[in-house]
Nanobody, 119 residues
Framework: QVQLVESGGGLVQAGGSLRLSCAAS????????MGWFRQSPGREREFVAA????????SYADSVKGRFTISRDNSRNTVYLQMNRLKPEDTAVYYC????????????WGRGTQVTISS
């Protein structure tokens, strides 16, 4: 099992940047595929980005492609989400997630960190 704690959220103006971090417990972080999701009021949680165990093959939602970058540091048990050129529609609670098996659903979740983008 893995426990996830997000940090780095906040309030920024449109066009600005934020970097989210997700610290994972346990010694087997490198075995997990990691992802970021977000949820805004009245909307379902949506996929943002994911990264494979070794850090390759990142994938992104079309809405963030070219603006967000997911990365991980297995030596620090941490996954990051660098968010640039932020838009008001990026406002949401951002969640970190983990899964052991590539074809499975994400099964471990953090509590989320609020990101608010002002226009």
């Amino acid at each position: 099992q893995v426990q996830l704690v997000e940090s780095g959220g906040g309030l920024v103006q449109a066009g600005g940047s934020l970097r989210l971090s997700c610290a994972a417990s346990g010694r087997t972080f490198s075995m997990y595929t990691m992802g970021w999701f977000r949820q805004s009021p009245g909307r379902e949680r949506e996929f943002v980005a994911a990264i494979s165990r070794g850090g390759g093959s990142p994938s992104y939602a079309d809405s963030v492609k070219g603006r967000f970058t997911i990365s991980r540091d297995n030596s620090r048990n941490t996954v990051y989400l660098q968010m640039n050129r932020l838009k008001p529609e990026d406002t949401a609670v951002y969640y970190c997630a983990a899964k052991l098996y590539t074809d499975a659903r994400f099964e471990y979740w953090g509590r989320g960190t609020q990101v608010t983008i002002s226009s």
